[in-house]
């Protein structure tokens, strides 16, 4: 399997804080990897480590590499808001720009970029391929604030995609979504992989079984085991893996 | 004691499946019994233990069916339900072939054997010693001697062998028997298939248990 990213004794924290301890993994292209593991193993501090994001806490260090196509992020070359498009998020609560149309969403993130040609077919492509555009193309003008929360995610989803990322990292992507709104989601999510590289991370075990190839087990900042989604589930390695997925850790 | 919903269910199953494993001992062993001693009233109890064991598998199919739906479960408790309803499938197909062992009893009411039973009790005795050994292992949730199990089954194969050729010698020394010695020969069969699924068992309890597989033929 191909790998897209690459990290290599990553470690990382918040000033005398350590919470991810010696991560090496292999994150491969076109896949979708999941994290699990409880409140506090670091999961999300580590997808925040991937795009660059979790250097803007204050107080936050990192070290060891994180190599995209080969190449460490965080060489002193290279430049983070670059990265952080190549790397896209998508956050656990629906995050769209409130005082923004519809449109004005999807399209900053490419004016900023300089992407000021041809914004119109960008923003239709992008919510076509968050699976909105027909819910929202009569009313690209309006607020996102007056749609569902299925929907917000969505177009979070499709501001994600308009700066052409190659991966995209979902935090919790349906915690406050109803089932029909999160099976959209994981639909679109397997859609996406045949074109991006994604890697999630959930609480929701029946949520990795369902859409990821990988998976991955985090506990107290360190990755206990890693493998195939369906050996995971079905015969772990690890009795902490097992003990935490049948819901009989602590 | 059980803690949660998924653990009650589990030790449900696994009650029912000890029960239709015991069930289906002792269907072979009255349906060798049946024919052996030529007892009527024996055979029709293996129709009775057969019937029951068909209710028993399909109420374990809808338990386990409803703990997944349900409950869930993954790793070992997902392996132990799989296990379960393969295990509660050859639980019942053995308490089948024991009736046919019975059906086939029941052609003797009037009339003798061809020849005194030695060897197919033998195999019976031995089916019943590794279906205990089955049903101690998912007791126990431990894996079972497969070695045991093995040497068992290589045990029934070679009888069933002995018993196949002198069954053929029978029937070229008398050829108006030779139904009489099919009959046997069948019974010999479905006991030496009896054996396989036995073993067959043990190797899904390694696998529920320890998530290793293992091959026994």
């Given at each position: 399997m191909e790998s897209k990213i690459e990290v290599v004794e990553l470690n990382a924290g918040f000033g005398s804080t350590h919470v991810l301890k010696n991560i090496s993994m292999s994150i491969p292209r076109n896949r979708v990897t999941a994290i699990i593991g409880p409140s506090g193993c670091g999961k999300s501090t580590f997808v925040r480590c991937l795009n660059r994001i979790h250097e803007l806490v204050p107080g936050a260090w990192v070290r060891g590499k994180v190599l995209l196509d080969g190449k460490n992020i965080y060489d002193s070359d290279v430049d983070p808001v670059d990265i952080r498009r190549r790397v896209g998020m998508v956050f656990q609560k629906p995050n769209p720009f409130p005082a923004m149309s519809i449109f004005d969403n999807i399209a900053y993130g490419p004016k900023i970029h300089g992407m000021k040609k041809g914004l119109e077919r960008i923003v239709e492509d992008s919510l076509r391929k968050?699976?909105?555009?027909?819910?929202?193309?009569?009313?690209?003008?309006?607020?996102?604030?007056?749609?569902?929360?299925?929907?917000?995610?969505?177009?979070?989803?499709?501001?994600?995609?308009?700066?052409?990322?190659?991966?995209?990292?979902?935090?919790?992507?349906?915690?406050?979504?109803?089932?029909?709104?999160?099976?959209?989601?994981?639909?679109?999510?397997?859609?996406?992989?045949?074109?991006?590289?994604?890697?999630?991370?959930?609480?929701?075990?029946?949520?990795?079984?369902?859409?990821?190839?990988?998976?991955?087990?985090?506990?107290?900042?360190?990755?206990?085991?890693?493998?195939?989604?369906?050996?995971?589930?079905?015969?772990?390695?690890?009795?902490?893996?097992?003990?935490?997925?049948?819901?009989?850790f602590g | 004691m059980p803690r949660t919903p998924l653990e009650r269910g589990m030790e449900k199953i696994r009650r029912e499946v000890i029960e239709l494993g015991g069930i289906a001992k002792q269907a072979v062993l009255l349906s060798v019994e049946a024919l052996k001693e030529r007892d009527m009233e024996k055979a029709s109890r293996v129709g009775e233990l057969e019937e029951k064991s068909d209710l028993l598998n399909l109420d374990i199919d809808e338990s386990a069916l409803k703990l997944m739906a349900l409950q869930q479960p993954v790793a070992r408790d997902l392996r132990f339900v799989n296990a379960m309803i393969k295990i509660s499938d050859n639980f019942e197909r053995i308490a089948d072939l024991a009736l046919k062992i019975a059906e086939i009893a029941q052609k003797y009411e009037e009339k003798e054997l061809l020849k005194p039973l030695i060897d197919i009790p033998r195999m019976a005795a031995t089916i019943a010693e590794m279906i205990d050994l089955d049903l101690e292992a998912i007791e126990r949730h431990e894996s079972p001697d497969t070695d045991k199990l093995v040497e068992m089954d290589d045990f029934l194969d070679d009888l069933y062998n002995q018993i196949y050729n002198e069954l053929i010698s029978y029937m070229l020394r008398d050829p108006r028997r030779i139904d009489d010695a099919t009959d046997l020969l069948f019974v010999a069969r479905y006991l030496e298939r009896i054996g396989d699924i036995a073993a067959k068992t043990g190797a899904r309890v390694v696998y529920m248990v320890e998530g290793r597989r293992v091959w026994v033929k």
């Open positions: 968050a699976a909105l555009w027909d819910e929202v193309k009569h009313r690209l003008k309006d607020s996102p604030v007056s749609l569902s929360g299925g929907q917000q995610q969505r177009l979070c989803i499709a501001r994600a995609l308009a700066v052409e990322p190659e991966v995209i990292l979902f935090d919790e992507p349906c915690s406050a979504l109803d089932p029909v709104a999160t099976a959209k989601i994981e639909d679109l999510i397997l859609e996406l992989r045949e074109n991006y590289t994604i890697v999630i991370v959930t609480h929701n075990m029946q949520q990795a079984a369902r859409i990821a190839d990988y998976t991955a087990f985090f506990l107290m900042g360190e990755l206990i085991e890693y493998g195939e989604t369906a050996q995971i589930f079905e015969n772990p390695r690890d009795k902490r893996t097992e003990d935490y997925i049948t819901g009989r | -």
